[in-house]
């Protein structure tokens, strides 16, 4: 994080600065170094009726994939790399602006934009996957007012926001499994476009209640064409109206009870594939409800409590195996649980913080090509975890933090046999700022704990039809440098 500077000159205040950061990892596995930089520029300028930012950042990277390993053999071989010669590239940059006018002391008209680019290639798995002219725009304009009626404070928000996602994906066998195995290849455009109205009205009636209420209207639209076979291709169109309500008590500055309902609509996430989707997938549907406390005593002692449940109508899961992946919609799915986190501040800036969540998520119905699973637990998701950490300032000696992080066991099939393994973690960082300069020094897994985060029914072409394990990393070390000016 980089250092901004505020000249001031008749009137307007420039806004500049110039960050870069470089981060290096190097886990126990074979084929895991990975290393990439990071470099944002920051320019604007303020006066009292207007306010403008430019900002950037380039991304290059490089680095190795192990690939993931049968769920038999991942405990006993967890180091192993089953990508050779995995090395992957990538440049990414995204580039963003900021307006605001200030039109009086109620009212402000704030415009927003940020284009996003990525191109990489990587082998993993047996594939050589590419992904060219990936680019994400998005675009938002609301306007913003705020009165009083008597003793109600009022403020009204409306505006539309616009996004569009373009990329190409490239698959095929990489350069080690290509004279090895029977040659296939796949290449497809995808293509996204959303846009969004919005409407939000909050009063505070009360000097101690609020109340929020607004509507938002999306309309999703996706194209995808397979370059090598028209007959795969799909476009379909997705219209969803979102309410939403909530309410906030506040008996004193300390403390408030707060609850929010709202409805949702997720896009479907084609990302991280390249393989085709049926052309009736419809777009997951989300109703959500939250209950919750917060306080702070003291300004040392902070407490958080909510508790939630999410329905989440046309869940979409994987379906298929091997080069026949696919999705479907898999009925509706049940998430309900509590987020809990308490923290002290201590003199010096020392402190301590514990976080606890536990989440029970389970198909309600749900038949597919693959089967039932009504009353099974969602793949991938951990009912408890538990993190914690501590903080100590040394003066100017910099600053040392310690986390530690449980994860609970977890399926990772919608059927509920297979699973993969509870596991807790140990990372330390130790930071230091000088002369404008950040400095830090992390090691993640510090004990070199074998576990993995994920896992899936299926890997690429050297592990078809058997359920894959990708292992984490083991201990990793991780450099960062920043400066400003």
Not at 133 to 138: E, F, K, L, R
Not at 281 to 300: D, I, Q, T, V
Not at 380 to 406: E, S
């Amino acid at each position: 994080m980089g250092l901004s500077q505020y000249h001031p000159l008749r009137g307007w205040i420039f806004i500049y600065g110039l960050s870069g950061t470089i981060i290096d990892v190097n886990g126990y596995r074979d084929e895991s170094n990975t290393s990439y930089q990071l470099i944002s520029p920051r320019l604007g300028y303020e006066t009292d009726q207007f306010y403008l930012e430019l900002m950037g950042v380039m991304k290059p990277s490089k680095g190795k994939q192990p690939g993931g390993l049968p769920l038999d053999q991942y405990q006993q071989f967890p180091k192993q790399a089953t990508s050779p010669d995995s090395t992957g590239k990538g440049f990414a940059s995204t580039w963003g602006a900021k307006m605001i006018f200030y039109i009086n002391n109620d009212s402000r008209l704030h415009l927003k934009s940020s284009y996003r680019t990525d191109d990489w290639n990587v082998e993993m798995d047996g594939n050589y996957l590419e992904g060219d002219h990936q680019s994400h725009w998005t675009s938002e304009i609301n306007y913003l007012l705020s009165h009083r009626i008597g003793q109600f404070k009022n403020t009204l928000l409306f505006g539309v926001e616009y996004r569009n996602y373009q990329s190409t994906y490239r698959m095929h066998p990489d350069n080690f499994w290509s004279d090895k195995t029977w040659w296939w290849e796949s290449k497809n455009d995808i293509g996204e476009n959303i846009l969004g109205l919005f409407f939000q009205y909050d009063t505070q009636f009360a000097e101690k209640i609020s109340i929020n209420m607004g509507i938002r209207f999306d309309r999703i639209q996706m194209k995808y064409s397979d370059l090598a076979n028209s007959l795969n291709n799909v476009e379909t169109t997705h219209r969803k109206m979102c309410p939403k309500i909530g309410f906030s008590f506040s008996p004193d500055q300390s403390c408030g009870i707060f609850g929010n309902y709202s409805q949702g609509i997720r896009s479907v996430n084609l990302v991280e594939t390249v393989y085709a989707p049926k052309d009736h997938l419809k777009p997951e549907k989300l109703h959500h409800y939250e209950l919750g406390f917060r306080g702070n005593f003291a300004g040392k002692t902070y407490l958080n409590l909510a508790g939630f449940m999410t329905l989440t109508k046309d869940f979409i899961i994987e379906t298929g195996t091997g080069q026949n992946l696919n999705w479907e919609n898999a009925g509706e799915v049940s998430s309900k649980g509590v987020e809990f986190s308490i923290g002290k501040l201590f003199q010096k800036g020392s402190s301590c913080q514990l976080n606890y969540t536990f989440q029970q998520s389970d198909y309600k119905s749900c038949a597919t090509a693959k089967g039932y699973f009504s009353n099974k637990t969602v793949p991938l998701v951990p009912k408890h975890i538990i993190g914690t950490i501590i903080g100590h300032n040394m003066g100017h000696y910099g600053r040392i933090d310690t986390a530690i992080r449980f994860v609970d066991d977890k399926f990772i099939d919608d059927a509920n046999t297979l699973i993969l393994n509870k596991y807790t973690t140990v990372d330390i960082k130790y930071s230091y700022y000088y002369q404008k300069v950040d400095m830090s020094l992390s090691v993640t897994n510090l004990f070199d704990k074998t576990y993995a985060e994920y896992g899936k029914m299926n890997g690429g072409a050297y592990v078809n039809f058997v359920p894959v394990a990708y292992p984490a990393k083991g201990r990793s070390f991780i450099g960062t440098v920043a400066w400003g000016f």
